[in-house]
């Protein structure tokens, strides 16, 4: 009987014992359980600094990259590369964009493309639009600074947007971020989009700096502005201004046409 009412109380003991360690361990952990994070992504904060510009910025101008061409899936590849326009570029690959004609079919369209126009399309209209929605936030950024990231913002607005009216015609006109779930989405004339954008790229031509005045090769810069705003000319024809444009791009910019190819 003794020895019975020993061992409970040595049971008793090593329970209590168990659990003050317990409590010991939990109160002790308490910090290291809860570490502070080293970053927290929240819109208002994020987009209120220039380096949020910035990263916006290069996000849009990665997914610009592949309009024409993603990673090594394409030999061949137009702004157009979803349209009648398109055309095969190699037909030895099982990536859709390889061989458009065999590839891709009426019953697998949405699960061989839905990433292109997520990502490439609608993804590039999002990023800019963030950056519009914002940078009024940011403070400390010059005049000059501000309206070049604007206009590079209405770059990439635009350069999706001519591309999608013309395939598509009247479609939905997105300028400011989305910042609830939307399903109810009207469309937009398409004529109105491109007056909006043509206005948009008059901006850019006059705010985006030249490459040579740029410290970084690959943003866009003035000369793909006044690119773009040649084609929203011509697709508003606006003919005479287009020429116009066309002659300042080809005679007073640093470039010149392509005379030889660029491998022998």
Known sequence: MNNNRLNNKKKGLSGLTAAACGLLLLCGCSDFLEPKPLSFYDPTTTFTT???LQATMAAADKQLRDIWINGESNALALEYRLSELAANGKTDE??????????????NMRDQTGWFWNDVYYSGIKFPNTILTYINGV???EEATKN????RAYFHRA???LNL???FKDIPLLTKVISVPKQNYATTDRKAILDMITKDMEFAVEWVPEQKDMDMVGQVNKGACRQL????YLATGQWE???EQADILIDKSGYELMKEPFFG
Not at 94 to 107: A, M, Q, V
Not at 229 to 232: A, F, P, S, T
């Open 148 to 151: 070049a990231y604007i206009g």
């Open 229 to 232: 705003l040649i084609k929203c």
């Open 165 to 167: 009216v013309f395939q």
């Open 50 to 52: 220039e380096a949020g």
């Open 241 to 243: 201004k287009a020429k």
């Open 94 to 107: 099982s990536n859709p964009f390889c061989d458009i004609n065999g590839t891709l079919t009426p019953t």
């Open 139 to 141: 403070e400390g950024l």
């Open 159 to 161: 350069i999706r947007y």
